[in-house]
């Protein structure tokens, strides 16, 4: 798919860990952040930056649908982890977000059928979150949990939010947090 890759450092393309260069077919990595990142959302960045050049677009919501789409049932979770993928790049509220939760409801409603039957080109006019109701969702490693798409939001029912703690720069849960402390307090009085 890709002519050549090419390696550009922070300094000249930012936080931004891909791009593709649509006249000479190039897939630029920034050396200094795509190394570092997860296997599996490297994997996903690749994919969408090949949606830009597949479709020959700008538009951000196809090539994320179509990493989406490459990936799905890859590897376990694969679902969970392009949306997570996504979610470590993008501000929290970002729209982009809830149209590819909602495209991997789409895919994991229909199974594998719906990978034959998914219709890049239409994408963007298809389901939206107000026809979708409750769906359960198996497939790909995910539990029997009902989930509720609204228009406004996406609820989760029967999960509770995990509340993350920030120390030395790491989101930690609480749990991880004592342990570290209960660590030191030990390491401490080894010391002394």
Do not use: W
């Amino acid at each position: 798919m890709f002519n050549n890759i090419r390696y550009e450092s922070f300094a000249e393309m930012g936080k931004n860990p891909a791009s593709v260069e649509m006249d000479t077919k190039d897939l630029i990595l920034n050396k200094d952040t795509f190394p570092r990142l997860p296997k599996f959302t490297q994997k996903f960045i690749v994919k969408h930056e090949e949606g830009h050049l597949l479709y020959d677009t700008d538009n951000e919501e196809l090539a994320d649908a179509h990493a989406l789409q490459s990936l799905y049932k890859t590897e376990k979770c694969s679902l969970k982890k392009s949306i997570k993928a996504l979610v470590d790049f993008l501000p929290e509220n970002d729209p982009r977000i809830e149209t590819l939760y909602n495209k991997a409801l789409e895919i994991d409603k229909g199974g594998n059928d719906m990978r034959n039957k998914f219709d890049m080109n239409g994408f963007l006019a298809g389901t939206q979150p107000n026809n979708l109701r409750t769906i359960r969702r198996h497939a790909d490693g995910d539990s029997d949990t009902e989930v509720d798409a609204t228009s406004d939001s996406v609820e989760i029912r029967g999960r509770r939010k995990k509340r993350y703690i920030e120390v030395f720069g790491y989101a930690m849960t609480p749990a991880e947090v004592a342990i570290l402390i209960i660590c030191g307090f030990i390491i401490l009085k080894f010391l002394k």
